[in-house]
């Protein structure tokens, strides 16, 4: 028993109530007899009950798993439950909607989204158990995402409404989704080609460190829309005055003024991470790597390369997962992206249609997360003791 209450992780343990909890919540699904109309809450316990019987062994699993120390098994009980919460949902789907009318529309309610969260506490808490091993770390958001995807793939949800607003615009989804990585990915690269010199050229002289952070702290307080808005009248002008940018498709509105905000946005985590990398590089081994006669470049590549990269890349990182999130709102100026979907969603009162555009949003910062999580965990030397940030 002592050994149980040592290990105990609260965190684990408030994902798996809340879990509990929505599982007993009296709206797992709901259901409208068309698009836009009123919803009707649907149970669990109406939905399925050996599917009810089935996440309560979940939850059980869960709890025992965290009090027993495998974390990475709780941690994959956890992000799978929301999974086989959508399983469900579209196995019923077919059935709910033939008893409703030949227009309804079925759809996740706040049982199943709770769910999610509850799976989503429940990882992050073995995550952060798991901090040390991060690709076992990443492999708890890839495996119920890869498992997600092939629910998807196999066209089991097809019959759920948010699955239906896709088939209507499964043509310009693609489209949008490429367009969305396009920019934000975009926007990154180029904030690493500017973020990290400036770092450098800031820890090199106290000088230009004051400006530096000035500016891109400054830029960071900027809300988004403003940004977007300030960029329109000077690209405008520019575009009108330069005949070749509006050739290239540089206009007040569009991909331009977006991947310019969405560069600056990125500016600070790249710059403050390779300003703290350059810092925390201690000088003894430096002087050390030049006593064993290493040249200039051999400490640079050999000692402070492989030093500084992680802390970089963990600010990379932070920008990336950033930049997915921010560019959501470039749609409002014509950049398009899923924040096309959500924008539709709002004005045509169609939360599924919001749904069809946010949940890909959220999907791609948790992958670009875990994938940039494990290319840290990769590129760290062994033995190099060096606190990553890891938020």
Known sequence: ???????????????????????????????????????????????????????????GVTILLSFSGYYFLMGLAGGLAPVYGFFLAGSSAVQIASE???????????????????????????????????ILSSLLVLIPIASFAVLLGSGHLRELAIMK????????????TVRHLLI??????????????????????????????????????????ALFGLLIAPLSYLSRSLPFLRELGI???????????????????????????LKVIPADTVEAARAMGMSRLQVLGKVEIPISLPVVLAGVRTAAVQAVGNTTMAALIGAGGLGVFVFQGLGQAAMDLVLLGALPIVALALIVDSLMQLLIAILTPRGLVSEVADD
């Not at 607003?165 to 949008?176: G, H, K, P, T, V």
């Not at 952070?213 to 900027?222: A, K, L, P, W």
């Open 251 to 277: 206009t007040g509105v569009g991909w331009a003024p977006a991947m310019i905000a969405l560069v600056l946005y990125s500016l600070l985590p790249i710059v403050r991470n390779t300003y703290s990398s």
């Open 100 to 134: 409703t009318g030949p227009f309804a529309r079925v759809s996740p309610s706040t049982g199943l989204w709770i769910l999610l969260l509850a799976g989503y506490v429940v990882v992050f808490a073995a995550r952060r158990k798991l901090k040390d091993k991060r």
């Open 184 to 225: 934000a990915g975009g926007a990154v690269v180029a904030g690493v080609i500017i973020g990290v010199p400036l770092g450098v050229a800031a820890n090199s002289s106290p000088k230009v460190e004051k400006p530096v952070f000035g500016v891109v702290n400054f830029i960071q307080t900027i809300p988004s829309i």
């Open 1 to 59: 028993m002592a050994s149980f209450a040592r290990r105990k992780d609260m965190m684990a343990i408030l994902g798996v109530a809340i879990m509990l909890f929505s599982i007993l919540l009296p709206g797992f699904l709901s259901v409208k007899e068309t698009r836009i109309s009123a919803a009707l809450p649907v149970s669990l316990a109406g939905v399925s009950v050996i599917g009810l019987v089935v996440l309560l062994a979940f939850s």
């Open 165 to 176: 607003e896709y088939a209507n615009r499964s043509d310009r989804f693609l489209e949008e």
